[in-house]
């Protein structure tokens, strides 16, 4: 069944079929946003539909929410059977608030009347005397996910796009239109924090197995499973058992200490005070933060808060990158069609986003690589020397596409998809081919002759390169503006960014394509120019030979590290040098080095330990000690505390992340990357660099003037 807009409906002509106006003080009020429709079977049955006239997902702004509290006085003057929200757009329910609206919350009182609007919309809602359903297809997240809690029932539709979460904690936020006190009363306090806390989704099976969603439909039958649950007369779903108990007021210290050790272990309180305050809210307020207003002020309003949203900002910046548009423009930053002009050439092939991708080199990144295109949906020809060399990155896709596809089904499908191909037959029929093998100039140079020869014509030729010059590698090729850098970062499957490399004179239309490719399997791309380090390893070797020098000069490494921990960093330099692997960060030293753009001298410490073959985590010794992939010491090992940061580990990071911000500011002055958001992007994405500080430019920026380090 679609619901379509038809004859406006008013409280005097209930025998119409749509509501697309109300009447306020004899004034027609248009519904911009929602359409309200009797069902096509059962006249007494309404459908509110939500298709914002914005595109993209639906968001819950205060004209959208306006506009729900408008349909609800509407149904109050003769109550329906029955009432379903859905949504009127393929991609998704509601994806939260309008995040937007957060930009005005200058005062204490716009941050509270913002809560206030949801909480008690969404309170009135789940109090109307009529069952209500929430039919929750694609995205349901944050007050979307809320909405849906306010209804009696929810059925979510079993499709690869739908997800549910309360992800706000990554906004710096907490979920205050009842998400705190209505989903622990559905699934239990502990489940329910730890969705909160994690910011994880759930699919629609999952949600349907804890609890969150009464029923998981196929999209053949969501309608009709929504007409039959609405009208059923079952009771609403309530946490029942030790889920329940654990609600009660007795209970609640005793889940809230476990939740807050939870948290310590990842967060800083005076980093990231929102899920403190999450926890502190459930276990006092029942979730009501309006009880709390001079927390919520504290919380809305932070630094932190404005901060993540900034980062939030600029990963949909890095999305927008990646989307084609109808006309073939090349929305592009970094010296090509920064303006968003229009490419000229190619641009007929501008949208044709890459569905096969064909990779050469098996190794560890080249085979990663391949796994996560095949696990988002792209047939992938995967080539090197002989079968026996594929074999083993085979098994870890395997393992990949068992930890994040639970269908079997689905597993099955992408194993279909990653095809081992050790002669190269694909290369002639991909879209897009991607080299991926070791890092020496000559045998890439012969790689791409062939490449050249047997690719497609309109193909995009690619490399994976992390430290050699593009205009180098394209020098051997006929036609070298065909060749652009797409450099993943290591582990594949963990790290969000890939940087797309340009060099002077490159084809548009293969660049865009690049792009396109990186959104479509869902990474974020960061355009760049050729240069030695590109972005974010031309950032992190000064920051990390930094460290190595303070080893010289003899601090520990868990001493360093746990500055940089303090500091906010999700891992120390030298934990990070020991997962890369010292090998490989001396050898990408002495290239930026060669380059001029790095100090020339290589630590002693680092030296000594390559020397001696003393790799880091992949040879089991490096500055720590490595068994299972964790570090084991000596000394006290760096961790996240919550105790205060001496002024010496304060003037610690700050010296070390100096480097970092500096080299950052160089590479925006020499046009590298477009500009400073780009680039903070790209170093937050890209390294880890704390995000509730906003990134390193806009973190030096703001900290300059003053004396030491913000918390």
């Known amino acids: 069944m679609t619901i379509t807009p038809a004859t406006p409906l008013s409280p005097a002509t209930q025998d119409s079929t749509t509501l697309d ?69 393929d991609s998704g329910f509601v994806a939260g608030a309008d995040i937007e609206e957060f930009k005005t919350l200058t005062t204490s009182e716009k941050a509270i009347a913002l809560v206030e609007r949801g909480w008690s919309l969404f309170n009135r809602l789940a109090a109307v005397p009529y069952p209500t359903l929430a039919l929750i ?27 549910l979460g309360l992800p706000e904690v990554l906004l710096g936020i907490v979920p205050a239109w009842g998400g705190m006190q ?10 329910a924090l730890d969705m909160m806390l994690t910011a994880k989704s759930l699919d629609a099976r999952r949600a349907k197995k804890m609890g969150l969603v009464d029923l998981a439909v196929a999209p053949r039958v969501m309608h009709d499973s929504a007409r039959g649950l609405v009208l059923s007369g079952r009771p609403a779903a309530r946490a029942s058992g030790l889920n329940a108990l654990m609600n009660l007021g007795l209970m609640r210290p005793i889940v809230a200490h476990m939740a807050r050790k939870q948290v310590a272990r990842k967060a800083r309180q005076d980093h990231y005070p929102a899920p403190y305050a ?74 044709q986003t890459p569905t096969h991708v064909h990779v050469i080199g098996a190794g560890t990144m080249g085979g990663d690589i391949a796994a996560w295109c095949a696990l988002r949906g792209l047939k992938v020809t995967l080539q090197d020397q002989g079968i026996d060399r594929i074999q083993p990155a085979l098994a870890r896709a395997q393992t ?28 002639a029929h991909a879209d ?43 020098s051997v090729m006929r036609r070298p503006e065909r060749l652009v850098g797409v450099h993943f970062f290591n582990p594949v499957a963990m790290m969000p960014l890939v940087e797309v490399v340009e060099a002077d004179g490159v084809d548009r239309s293969a660049l865009q394509r690049a792009l396109q490719f990186v959104r479509a399997i869902d990474k974020l791309p960061l355009p760049v120019k050729s240069a030695p380090g590109f972005l974010v390893n031309a950032v992190l070797a000064p920051y990390m030979l930094a460290a190595m ?17 303090d500091f906010g960093m999700p891992m120390g330099p030298l934990t990070l040098a020991d997962t890369v692997g010292l090998d490989i960060v001396l050898a990408a030293g002495r290239s930026l080095a060669d380059n001029n753009t790095s100090p020339a001298a290589v630590p002693r410490c680092l030296q000594e330990r390559v020397d001696a073959g003393h790799l880091g985590k992949k ?28 002024d010496q580990a304060r003037a610690l990071a700050e010296e070390l992340v100096v480097p970092l911000v500096a080299r950052t500011q160089e590479l925006v002055d020499s046009g590298l990357v477009a500009n400073a958001d780009l680039a903070d992007a790209g170093v937050i994405f890209g390294t880890g660099f704390a995000p509730f500080r906003g990134g390193p430019l806009f973190w030096h920026n703001r900290t300059k003037n003053t004396k030491g380090l913000e918390p």
Request: proline share 7%; aromatic share 4%.
């Open 619 to 646: 040879t089991g010794q490096g500055f720590y000690t490595w068994k299972d992939g964790k570090a084991t010491g000596p000394g006290n090992l760096p961790r996240v505390h919550q105790g205060p940061i001496s």
């Open 549 to 565: 020098r303070k080893v010289d000069d003899g601090l520990s490494a868990s001493e360093i590290d746990q500055a940089l921990l």
């Open 182 to 191: 209505r989903l622990p009363r559905l699934i239990g306090p502990q489940a």
């Open 137 to 163: 297809k694609g995205v349901c997240l944050g007050g979307g996910l809320e909405l849906s809690l306010a209804c009696r029932y929810r059925i979510a539709v079993d499709t690869p796009g739908t997800r």
């Open 432 to 474: 897009l081919i991607l080299e991926a093998i070791f890092e020496d100039l000559n045998a890439k140079h012969g790689l791409l002759r062939d490449i050249e020869k047997r690719a497609r014509p309109d193909a995009v030729i690619a490399s994976n390169t992390s430290s050699l010059r593009l205009e180098d590698l394209r």
């Open 278 to 351: 999450l926890i502190d809210l459930w276990q006092k307020t029942d979730g009501d933060a309006l009880q709390a207003p001079a927390l919520l002020d504290r919380i809305v309003r932070s630094p932190t808060a404005g901060n993540l949203v900034r980062v939030f900002f600029l990963q949909e910046r890095l999305k927008g990158l990646g989307k084609a548009t109808a006309e073939g423009d090349v929305p592009l930053e970094g010296g090509v069609a920064a303006d968003g002009g229009t490419p000229t050439d190619g641009s007929a092939r501008a949208n």
């Open 400 to 427: 990949l596409f068992t930890k994040r596809l639970r269908d079997p089904y689905a597993r099955r499908a992408a194993q279909d998809r990653l095809i081992p191909d050790p002669d190269g037959h694909g290369m």
């Open 21 to 89: 106006a109300t009447t306020r003080e004899g004034s027609a009020m248009p519904l911009q946003h929602w359409s309200l429709s009797p069902d096509s079977r059962n006249p007494k049955l309404f459908w509110a539909t939500l298709q914002t006239q914005s595109p993209g997902l639906n968001t819950l702004s205060a004209v959208v929410l306006d506009e729900l509290r408008q349909i609800l006085d509407y149904l109050e003057k003769a109550p329906p059977a029955g009432l379903v929200i859905a949504s009127g757009k």
